[in-house]
């Protein structure tokens, strides 16, 4: 296994603790306790890591390792992990001279901003000695953290509690909580210079300095080492004072095994990362280290890890959430960390909207399960109100057209899920007529027109319009925008993928018969990677084979090449679709194109997969390693466009739902 390769245990709030197989730090997210101050958002790094190392009667020897700048790794402990795994939880084996093994484990637990680290011997043997050095910070998730004199080194033993130590670091930064079987010396320092490669790869800040309190120590020969971490707020103690670690991990353990073990898949385990509070409702994190919950991100996710995985529950609760979001007829594309001004810089997110609760209601009448009148009544009313604001027209020039097709789009603003913005330059605006924003604002209207017919006559206008004015004889394929720049009978005839939505990816397809095989031929020969999709066709002008250098560069290549694993869920269901859904279709889809991706599990971010990839072999997994519509549409392609008929609706109907 890849020693680069990324590990995450998440916290159902939005916090989670994550590394890489070696335990070398290489970004700024990895840490042992970040958590959401107010969930999912408001994120902290609390403890970023420690230095390990065992004294025994051979010598001493480290079973941790952290890199340095320039560029040097101290010490040797990542050279003696002989095993890794996430099953149930992240565990590591260190082989020492003298025949000692020692087994590390860290698990977080659901619902609290806990972290539970721990070593044992796996065979007994005398004198063994466990010394870990903490390192302490404090501060935002996105930034650095630097020397200073304002750093509370000082602990308390809250009162009455067995092994519990508190530090605040900062004033309004959550206490850091620790409860512990071992002893702890108070021995304060600044270790210095610690350096995230992967920081420095993307061309940004990417050293910072870490606060140690102190060392705990323990005798390994005498049983397990315990050492659990918890941020700690003004309210209730997250670890009841008088319970003792062992005592508390012990059921610790046991309850996480139980929920674990409910998870039919690798692939349902990690969509439940992905579920967390907001409020009193829920809501989806788009992924993880970096992301936060976008609207665009949670409406296409929750089809495949909720719909998908029969979690209809949480699916009411996050729709019924984000439903009182509207305005205007748009939601918001993004909550930001710090504030409460939303941001609504999205054409599509209200369209994704629509698709999601139709879907929804679709899977509750499937289980035949009852939609409480008042959620009804709030997802239908949402729906109405997105149709009813884009028809009158409203933000950034997003309006209904005489055509009825969809137009949006204002200079210096990017609204598509092709959203890639540096500074003041919009990379892929699209301003005029997207491909897929028409086939989302159609199937809208054919939802609405469900429960009112003022949406036929536009829908019937719109639907015409565009399987004229879209097609590309010459290419055989879609043209990506019309009325590009809002010039009446300009095109783009980028070839790009938006163009699958029209055939697969929505619930009624625009084309059928040879036009949609066509389109699914073109994509197939110019933009399918095993990981996803391209985002430009190679030989465009703006083509970049690769997704790599600054923040500049990369961003200039996200939408322009780079394949997205998530859109292989729509491509997929358009190939089947042309195919006729056939059983020999389904079973040929998931060979050639669902094994590949699954095969991805084991590479970048365990379990889960990435948000993008280069578009050119070896196809290198980029971005953020943990993504939700990539798991997503992983699971919709496994557990509905590839599943059996007859057995479909018996998967997402009677899926147990861990608690």
Not at 262 to 282: E, M, W
Request: aromatic share 10%; charged share 20%; net charge neutral.
């Amino acid at each position: 296994m890849d020693p680069r390769a990324e590990w995450i245990e998440t916290d159902g709030l939005g916090g989670f603790a994550s590394g890489t197989v070696s335990g070398v730090r290489t970004r700024r997210y990895h840490a042992l306790l970040l958590t959401a101050t107010t969930p999912p958002t408001g994120r902290m790094v609390l403890v970023n890591g420690f230095d390990a190392w065992v004294e025994a009667p051979g010598g001493r020897f480290a079973i941790s390792s952290q890199c340095y700048a320039p560029g040097v790794t101290h010490p040797d402990g990542a050279e003696r992990i002989t095993g890794f795994g996430t099953d149930p939880w992240p565990h590591w084996q260190y082989d020492l001279p003298g025949d000692i093994q020692i087994e590390h484990e860290v698990l977080a637990k659901h619902g609290l901003p806990l972290v539970a680290v721990s070593w044992r011997l796996t065979e007994p043997s005398e004198d063994v000695i466990l010394y870990v050095r903490p390192f302490f910070s404090g501060r935002d998730y996105h930034s650095l953290h630097h020397e200073n004199p304002s750093f509370q080194f000082e602990p308390m033993s809250p009162e009455g509690s067995i092994g519990q130590l508190l530090w605040h670091p900062y004033a309004g930064v959550p206490g850091i909580l620790v409860a512990t079987n071992g002893a702890h010396c108070h021995q304060p320092d600044w270790y210095r210079n610690f350096l995230y490669e992967q920081e420095r790869d993307r061309g940004l800040d990417d050293t910072e300095d870490l606060a140690t309190p102190g060392l705990f120590r323990w005798v390994l020969s005498r049983g397990e080492a315990i050492w659990i971490l918890a941020a700690q707020g003004d309210g209730e103690a997250v670890i009841p004072p008088q319970i003792s670690a062992p005592k508390y991990l012990a059921g610790l353990r046991a309850s996480e095994k139980k929920r674990r073990s409910q998870f039919p898949s690798r692939l349902h385990k990690a969509a439940d990362a992905y579920l967390v509070q907001r409020g009193k409702g829920k809501t989806i994190v788009a992924g993880y280290p970096w992301f936060g919950d976008w609207g665009r991100d949670t409406f296409i996710s929750l089809r495949g890890l909720c719909l998908a995985t029969g979690r209809l529950d949480e699916a009411r609760a996050i729709l019924v959430e984000w439903a009182g979001a509207v305005s205007d007829g748009m939601l918001p594309n993004r909550f930001p960390d710090q504030g409460d001004v939303p941001e609504y810089n999205s054409v599509d997110a209200s369209l994704w909207y629509v698709i999601a609760a139709h879907e929804f209601l679709e899977a509750m009448a499937a289980a035949k399960r009852t939609v409480a009148t008042r959620d009804r009544a709030r997802l239908l009313g949402a729906i109405e109100a997105i149709l009813y604001g884009y028809g009158k027209g409203t933000w950034y020039g997003i309006r209904q057209d005489e055509d009825g097709l969809l137009a949006s789009g204002v200079p210096g603003l990017q609204l598509t899920w092709m959203d890639a913005k540096v500074g003041d330059w919009v990379v892929t605006p699209r301003i005029g007529k997207p491909v897929e924003v028409q086939a989302l604002w159609l199937n809208a209207l054919r939802i609405g027109s469900k429960f009112s017919n003022r949406w036929e006559e536009v829908l019937a206008n719109g639907t015409t319009t565009f399987r004229t004015r879209f097609w590309n004889e010459t290419a055989r394929c879609l043209y990506d925008v019309v009325d590009a720049e809002h010039q009446a009978g300009a095109v783009d005839a980028s070839m790009r993928p938006n163009q699958i939505f029209a055939v697969g990816g929505l619930p009624y397809p625009l084309l059928e018969g040879d036009q949609a095989r066509a389109v699914v031929d073109v994509v197939e020969a110019w933009l399918w990677t095993p990981l996803g999709l391209r985002t430009l066709a190679p030989g465009e002008p703006a083509y970049r084979p690769r997704y790599e250098g600054n923040v500049h560069q990369r961003d200039g290549a996200y939408h322009q090449g780079t394949a997205w694993p998530w859109l292989l869920g729509p491509f997929v269901e358009a190939w089947v679709r042309v195919r006729g859904n056939s059983a020999k279709a389904k079973r040929e889809a998931r060979t050639r194109f669902l094994t590949p991706l699954l095969r991805h599990l084991d590479e970048a971010g365990l379990g889960h997969i990435s948000e993008i990839a280069d578009a050119e072999p070896p196809h290198r997994p980029r971005g953020c390693p943990f993504q939700a519509w990539s798991v997503g549409e992983a699971l919709r392609l496994e557990n509905i466009i590839l599943a059996p008929a007859t057995s479909a609706k018996r998967k997402t109907a009677n899926r147990k739902r861990p608690r």
